[in-house]
C-alpha cells in the first residue's frame, strides 16, 4: 500500500507560506538587530565628537576669562570698551543630533540640556556688545558730561562680570559633562 500524499494545498500553499514566514521573520530580525547595533554605534560617535566639540568651548571660555580679565583692567585704566565676537561652537552637536535614532538617553539629555542652555552666554556677549558701543560713542562725543561716561563704563563692567560668571559657570558644567562622555582619540 502506497502512503497517502498529502492534499495538494499543503504542497502548494502551506509549505512555501510557512518558508515565506519564516523568512520574513528571520529578515525582520536580521534587520532590527543591524538597526540596533547601527543606532549605538551613531551614539557612541556622536558622544565622542560632542566630547571633541566640548574640549574645544572649554579652550574658548577659558580664553574669554582671560580676554575679560583684560578688558576690565583696560576699562579700570579708562581705556576703551572691549567688543566680543565669540559664538560658542555648536557645528558638531546640530549637524549629527539629528543623525541620532534615539534620544531617550541620560548622557544624551544631558548633552541637549548643556548646548540649550550654552546659548545664553551668546545674549550676554550681544548685551555686553551694545553697551560697549553705547560707551564708546559717549566716550568719543565731547559734549557728553562725564557721569553720563561713568555711567555707561559701570554697565559695561557688570556686564563683563556676568559674562565671566556665566563663563565660569558653563566651564564647570562642561567638564563635568565631558568626564562622563568617551575619551578622545586624541589624548595622550
Not at 502551506?14 to 525582520?28: D, K, Q, S
Not at 558701543?133 to 559734549?143: F, R
Request: hydrophobic share 45%; proline share 5%.
Amino acid at each position: 500500500m502506497l502512503p497517502a500524499s498529502p492534499p495538494w494545498w499543503t504542497e502548494k500553499l502551506v509549505i512555501p507560506g510557512f518558508f515565506i514566514l519564516v523568512g520574513a521573520l528571520v529578515g525582520w530580525i536580521g534587520t532590527e538587530l543591524k538597526e540596533k547595533l547601527q543606532a549605538r554605534r551613531s551614539k557612541r560617535a556622536f558622544l565622542r565628537a560632542v566630547g571633541l566639540e566640548l574640549d574645544a568651548i572649554c579652550a574658548q571660555l577659558e580664553s574669554t576669562d582671560k580676554t575679560v580679565d583684560a578688558s576690565l583692567n583696560r576699562l579700570e585704566q579708562g581705556g576703551g570698551p572691549p567688543h566680543f565676537a565669540g559664538v560658542v561652537r555648536r557645528t558638531v552637536f546640530d549637524s549629527q543630533l539629528s543623525k541620532l535614532r534615539d534620544v531617550d538617553d541620560a548622557l544624551i539629555v544631558e548633552v541637549i540640556l548643556l548646548y540649550s542652555d550654552i546659548g545664553t552666554l551668546d545674549q550676554v556677549v550681544a548685551t555686553l556688545n551694545q553697551q560697549g558701543t553705547e560707551l564708546a560713542k559717549l566716550a568719543s562725543d565731547i559734549t557728553t558730561s562725564l557721569p553720563y561716561v561713568t555711567a555707561a563704563r559701570s554697565r559695561v563692567m557688570s556686564a563683563l562680570l556676568v559674562l565671566k560668571e556665566e563663563s565660569v559657570k558653563y566651564q564647570r558644567r562642561v567638564a563635568t559633562l565631558r568626564k562622563k562622555l568617551p575619551p578622545s582619540p586624541y589624548s595622550s
